[in-house]
């Protein structure tokens, strides 16, 4: 079969949740020995970026279009002109033109739920692509359970159509030894955006630091996002902001490092379609403390504190692991234990088979 994919997302920078997924499951389809059977179309608006040798099944057609609407506008085109046997989509949208045979990975529907934490031209463009992407893809890749509910609670998909692939999660491999000059803190890794609760999450530390006189600082690792100015502002209020740390977007190098060093791994999002930091945290031998809410539960397992995400709470559960010995033990070990339930192997097999099916 020939199999085309929007790889769009796995070359850009930088790469965060959806970017990193398309990334390692093309890496995955290409390591897997089952691919060799099939053909497999890159179609990407830049040139050939992996940094990992693709085989030679593997060709990357570059679609070169320097205004917006690339999905809508030159992946149409071309499936106007050069329809694949298969079109796996990725990341959400599905183009208006498109074989019968497409499958789409919606990864979640946030969206529906805090719709005045999305600016109103992507909150209303990503509610109708996914709708008609729902309506118009022969088959649906959900990345939980709880995404898999939601389309059919909030869209009347057809449970049937929808199969649940989870995301994978990296080794850390050897992780570089470098001094720490941050000294102990707590780490958040992510975009620095409204719906990841990043306000609720400073001023649970503003209050931890005030409660409990602990050292600790709070480090948040990532690009800015929707909200930024207001979070910004919040933290400019702070008693402790000399202990908030800003990074930006760090490597992946540098990433491992952070969750490695951490005393804790913070991620109180309002909601998730899947939360991949949070298994990278638990493969890190990070204690996670998270949300109680959507995806996460069923993605952390019992390897986090689960809280709900609220200030009082995100200060409880960080005095949790920095006066409990035992409980971070435990949470380590639990979270190695989760996290072994989770491969981009197994995500790339997953998908396959659904591609092919």
Known sequence: MTIGINASAAVKQPRTGVEAYVYQLI??????????????????????NFNFALPVNFKVKELNWAWPGWTQARLAGEMLVNQPEILFIPV????MVHPRNSIV??????YEYFPEMYPKRQRAYLKWSAKYAVKNARKIIAVSENTK?????????NPEKISVVYHGVESPGQIKEKKNELGE??????????????????????????????????????????????????IN??????????LGYVDEEEKWWLLKEASGFVFPSF??????????AQASGCPVITSNVSSLPEVTGDGGILIEPEVE???????????????????????RRNVKRFSWQKCAEETLRQLTN
């Open 27 to 48: 890496k995955g389809l290409a390591a897997l020995g089952k691919s060799k059977k099939h053909r497999f179309i890159l179609f990407s608006p830049r040139p050939n």
């Open 92 to 95: 959400h949208v599905l183009p």
């Open 105 to 110: 990975t919606i990864h979640g529907l946030e």
């Open 149 to 157: 509910n939601d389309l059919i609670n909030l869209y009347n998909v």
């Open 185 to 234: 803190y707590f780490l958040y890794l992510g975009r620095l955006e409204e719906k990841k609760n990043i306000i609720g999450l400073v001023k649970g530390f503003e209050l931890f630091k005030k409660r409990y006189q602990a050292p600790h600082k709070l480090v948040l690792a990532g690009p800015a996002g929707f909200g930024y100015k207001k979070i910004k502002s919040k």
């Open 237 to 246: 209020q702070l008693k402790f902001k000399d202990d908030l740390i800003e």
């Open 271 to 280: 909601y998730e379609g899947f939360g991949l930091p949070i298994l990278e």
């Open 313 to 335: 709470q995100i200060c409880q559960a960080m005095y949790k692991i920095i006066d409990d010995a035992d409980l971070k033990k435990r949470l380590i070990m639990l979270g």
